[in-house]
C-alpha cells in the first residue's frame, strides 16, 4: 500500500516508517517539523538503505495534503501529527484544539478530495481518565481532564460520526498506552524540542548526567512500591502495532478503538532497577510529592488487540530501557 505518516518524523511515526517500509509498503512523510528534526529523515535513509519522499506541510495545509494524497496515490493515512504534552495543553488550550481538532478536520476534508477513506488515529490512553478498573479494557467509561485529553476525546468522537455518515470510511483508533525506547540501530529515538517530562526520558538524562537526580513523584500510591504504575511499551512493538492495524482496517468499514499496550503494570521504581541494570549507571533519586493530574495505575487489557489484530507486543521492559540508553548515548554524541 501507499501510507501517508502526518508526523512522519516525530518519534513513533519514524519508527512505525521503519516497519511499514520493511514490511513492503511505500511510505511518505508529512510533517511541520515543530517537534523533531530534519536529521531524522539521512537516519531513516541509514536504517532503510532509501529515501523515504518528506513533504514539508502543516497538516492544517489542506490543499497540499490533498495533493499529497494524489500525487503519491495514497491508499490509507496514519494520522501521528499533533502536539502531546499535557501541561502545555493547559497552559496553551487553543494551540491544542487549533492543532490537534483543526488539524484532523483538515485532513480529513483532504481525505475526503482526494477519496481516500482509510484512517488510523493516534490516540491515547489518556482518554481513559482516572481509572474505574484495571486492567482497562476499550469499554471503560472516557473522560478528560485536560486540553490535550479533550482533544484527543474530540477527534474520537468526530471520527466515529463520520464512520456512521458514510460506511465507506475505514478508521481504527489506537490507544496508546505509555510509548518508550529505541530503534535497536540506536539511530532513531525519542527526541522532543525542550526538556522531557515522561520518565524514561527523564531516567536517560539522569543516566547521562544531564540532570542530577530523578525526581519520584509521590512513593504514597495504593501499589505494590507506592510508586505510580504504567504499561510501558516499546515503540518498536509499537510501531509493529501500527503494522497489524494497517492489515486489519483496509478490509473492515466503520469505526473502532484498539488497545496498544502490553497488558502489564509496571512502577517507577521497576523501571530505574532494569535501567540501573542494563545501563550499569546509577540512578540517583528523591521522592517528591505527588504529581498534579497524576493518577496511580494505568495499565491495558490487550485481548482485542491480540483478537482483532493479531497483535501483541513482545518487548519486555530490559529491551525497552536497554534502546532508550542506547539512543541517549548516541543522541549525545550526535
Ligand atoms: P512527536 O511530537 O514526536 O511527533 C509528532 C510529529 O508531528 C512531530 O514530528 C511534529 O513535528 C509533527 N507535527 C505536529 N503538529 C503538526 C502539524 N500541525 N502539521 C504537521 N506536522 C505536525 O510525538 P509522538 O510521541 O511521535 O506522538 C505521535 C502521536 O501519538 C501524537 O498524536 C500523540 O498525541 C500520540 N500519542 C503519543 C504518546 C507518547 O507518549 N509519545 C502517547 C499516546 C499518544
Ligand atoms: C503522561 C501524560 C499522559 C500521556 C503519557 C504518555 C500526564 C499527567 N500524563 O502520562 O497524558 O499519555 O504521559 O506520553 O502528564 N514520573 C516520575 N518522575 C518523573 C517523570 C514521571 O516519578 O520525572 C512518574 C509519574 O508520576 C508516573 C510515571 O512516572 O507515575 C510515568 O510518568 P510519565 O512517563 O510522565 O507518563 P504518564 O504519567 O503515564
Redesign the pocket.
Known sequence: MNILL??G?????SHTAVVLSQAGHEVVL???????QKSVLGRLQKILDKVLPCVE????DTALVAKTLQDYKIDAVIH?????AVGESVEKPIEYYA?NVQ?TISLLEAMKSANVKTLVF???ATVYGNPQYLPIDENHPISATNAYGRSKLHIEEMLKDIAISNSEWKIICLR?F??VGAHESGLIG?D?NGLPN?LMPCIAHVAVGKFPYLKIYGNDYPTIDGTGVRDYIHVMDLADGHLAALAYVRNHKGWVAVNIGTGHGASVLDIISTYEFVSGQEIIFQIEGRRNGDIASCYAKVDKARNLLGWQAKYNLEKMCSSSWLWQNFSNKA
Do not use: Q, W
Not at 518524523?9 to 511515526?13: K, R
Not at 508529512?30 to 523533531?36: E, G, V
Not at 506541510?57 to 492544517?60: L, M, N
Open positions: 502526518t508526523g518524523a516525530g518519534y513513533i511515526g508529512l510533517d511541520n517539523f515543530c517537534n523533531s506541510a502543516d497538516v492544517r501521528f501529527a499533533g502536539l502531546k492543532n488539524g493516534s490516540s491515547s496508546y505509555n510509548p525519542e522532543p515522561n
